[in-house]
């Protein structure tokens, strides 16, 4: 979004308020956490991908104050401003589970949502023998729904790979703490004979799992390899800011992504209540409307380009295949391609693995990426 102002206002009236030394490509943790990408392939420094004569303020925001437009940061610095562009993610929430984060001292544990701890998820797979291999989903909204399973058809993938799977005590559960029900996309689809789903099980206490890490998996005789998603929640400075809505989520138009209460403010990606799957894909369609939004705006006009919703999840169901499932707000199927998506392909493992990361870092983070819309509309000929 920084770039796409630049290009409006001018270089030397935008800044960024990042505190990160690294910016990471976080789509492909996924195939790290499996082996089939380095990790060292997923980040870049901040100060490569900030736009060229944009302003980089290194500090972290502390306090949002829309009536008086300015923000404070940590580090004490007012800002003021005249529009606001909140980007400011999710958080997890892994202390709120009990025994964690310590418990990722533990060789058998991994999560591919942390720089820190994908990795341990490819050293757990390696190290498996038999067992269960249990992979948890909060009842939290999270960020890209699909790796709790994508990392699951994943190792699924690996074991048979080095035929572990003919072995009798192999066991893999997505072991979901909210209702099985809210998992199911249109896509969703399950390899039964060798998935097992474990539902609704929670400790009573407020807590994710029981102490001593995790009694209820011990429960189902413990486990061999456990991947976590950890709870998700707004970021703090959110949560009790002028801007939020009683979640806690950036309360912006589902349409236009103004703030429904302040006109110069604007919420985009995981940070805000669109009612729409939180993924890289919706951040980028998001930001070609967001970018028209703005425009008319500041010239005191209505905004008129509407969001539709669009996410997509390119489901990792194995090394060389993937399901892409694109949909909007009504979850209604909003395929780009002019093929059969919900089969898997190798091509879109390959869309997914090699051609996005080359996007993201050479066409969006330039401003040019709004999503597939128009791609979608040449596929159909202008038909949807
Ligand atoms: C996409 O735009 C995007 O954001 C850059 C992703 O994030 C990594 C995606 O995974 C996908 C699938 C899209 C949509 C793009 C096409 C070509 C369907």
Request: one cysteine or more; proline letters at 6%; hydrophobic letters at 40%.
């Amino acid at each position: 979004m920084a770039t796409r102002m630049k290009r409006k206002v001018g270089a030397e009236n935008v800044a960024i308020v990042e505190p990160s030394e690294r910016h990471f490509y976080q789509p492909i943790w996924t195939l790290v956490g499996a082996g089939a990408k380095q990790l060292s392939l997923s980040g870049r420094p901040t100060v490569s991908v900030i736009p060229s004569g944009v302003e980089w303020i290194q500090d972290r925001v502390a306090e949002l104050n829309p009536d008086k437009n300015c923000i404070r940061t940590d580090n004490g610095k007012e800002i003021s401003y005249r529009y606001l562009i909140i980007a400011l993610g999710i958080q997890l929430d892994y202390e709120k589970i009990k025994g964690l984060p310590e418990g990722f001292a533990y060789p058998k544990i991994g999560s591919n949502y942390s720089v820190k701890t994908v990795e341990k998820t490819w050293k757990a797979l390696q190290d498996f023998k038999e067992g269960n291999a249990i992979f948890t989903f909060p009842n939290t909204p999270v960020k890209c729904a699909g790796a709790p399973q994508k990392i699951m058809y994943l190792s699924e993938a690996y074991f048979r790979k080095i035929s572990l799977l003919n072995i009798k005590n192999l066991n893999l559960s997505l072991f979901s703490l909210s209702s099985f029900k809210n998992l199911l996309h249109p896509f969703f689809f399950l390899k039964q004979n060798t998935l097992n789903i474990i539902k609704n099980v929670t400790d009573g206490s407020g807590a994710y799992f029981k102490n001593p890490l995790f009694g209820n998996i011990l429960k189902l005789g413990g486990y061999e390899m456990l991947h976590v998603t950890p709870p998700m929640s707004s970021p703090d400075v959110l949560k009790t800011s002028p801007v939020a809505d009683s979640a806690g989520w950036v309360d912006v138009d589902k349409e236009t992504l103004q703030h429904k209460k302040y006109p110069n403010v604007f919420g985009i990606g995981d940070c805000t209540n669109l009612p729409t799957s939180k993924t890289a894909a919706a951040v980028a369609a998001q930001s070609g409307i967001l970018d028209r939004t703005i425009s008319l705006i500041m010239k005191n006009q209505k905004p008129t380009k509407k969001y539709d919703g669009y996410t997509s999840c390119p489901l990792v169901t194995g090394y060389n295949s993937v399901i892409l499932a694109e949909f909007d707000y009504r979850a209604e199927p909003l395929e780009t391609f002019p093929f059969d998506q919900s089969k898997e392909r190798l091509s879109m493992y390959l869309m997914k693995a090699d051609m996005m990361p080359f996007l993201y870092w050479n066409i969006m983070l330039r401003g040019y990426w709004g999503g597939p819309a128009f791609f979608r509309k040449l596929f159909h000929l202008g038909m949807s």
